[in-house]
């Protein structure tokens, strides 16, 4: 199996984008996705969950230009885990989904 990852869901917040040396770029966003269940007893349950995506090169240009807070958008691309020490010396850990494609949806 491929890692693969498919997501449809709103843009938290504008695109961060930045210009990296030799003119390619990065942007990340993030991606929320809401789920909704029904418990034994009827009552109806909303989860929202986080996703942080990046994506570079074409894919982070054309995130610069036409995504933007709040827009419906549909990605895919492969799950990524890294570490990294805080400025307290705790080890964090963190997973980002790294975009290969974008497709705007909505108008």
Known sequence: MKNRVQLIGRVGQDPEVKNL?????VATITIATNDVYYKDNGDKVEQTE??????????A?????????????AIEGKLTHRTYEDKNG?????????????LLLGK
Do not use: F, L, Q
Request: aromatic share 10%.
């Open 21 to 25: 040396e030799g003119g390619k770029k």
């Open 50 to 59: 986080w996703h942080r995506v990046t994506a570079w090169g074409k894919t």
């Open 90 to 102: 705790e080890k964090r850990y963190v997973t980002d989904i790294v975009a290969n494609e974008v």
């Open 61 to 73: 240009e054309i995130i610069e230009k036409y995504v933007t807070k709040g827009k419906e958008i």
